[in-house]
């Protein structure tokens, strides 16, 4: 592996944990605000409001760590093949990017993936239950 390739496979393997990490903590908060507005007896549309930027604050978050597991696979094959990418992240993403439309789809899709619906679904659900019983 070249010291490039080595340097940025450390940094986006590092980037990608810590973005792990921050998502759980997207779902903490969004879990302990909205117990909050519950208690606080908040409207169904302050509550729904809640839970729809979370989501889709989660499904952006989770669209860039997969942008960097891709790197980071890129960066492994590379090794095998003894070339040097090192360095390159953005001239890489910007030749794949795509247009709003391809961004907006990514980020739809990240939307509905289940490790990150499954939180806001459940919230989703308690909500309507709680406003419809």
Request: include cysteine; aromatic fraction near 12%; proline fraction near 1%.
């Amino acid at each position: 592996m070249t010291d490039r390739n080595q340097a940025e496979w450390l940094l986006q393997q590092q980037s990608y944990d810590q973005m792990e990490k921050q998502a759980l903590w997207l779902k903490v908060v969004a879990i302990v605000l909205w117990l909050w507005l519950v208690q606080t007896e908040s409207s169904l549309v302050l509550q729904l409001g809640l839970i729809g930027v979370f989501w889709l604050h989660e499904a952006i978050w989770k669209t860039q760590q997969s942008r960097t597991a891709e790197r980071l696979l890129a960066l492994e094959q590379a090794l095998s093949q003894g070339q040097d990418i090192g360095c390159q992240w953005h001239q890489s993403w910007l030749q794949q990017r795509g247009g709003a439309v391809s961004l907006a789809l990514s980020y739809l899709k990240h939307c509905f993936k289940p490790t990150v619906a499954i939180t806001y679904l459940v919230l989703l659900a308690a909500t309507f239950a709680r406003h419809f019983n």
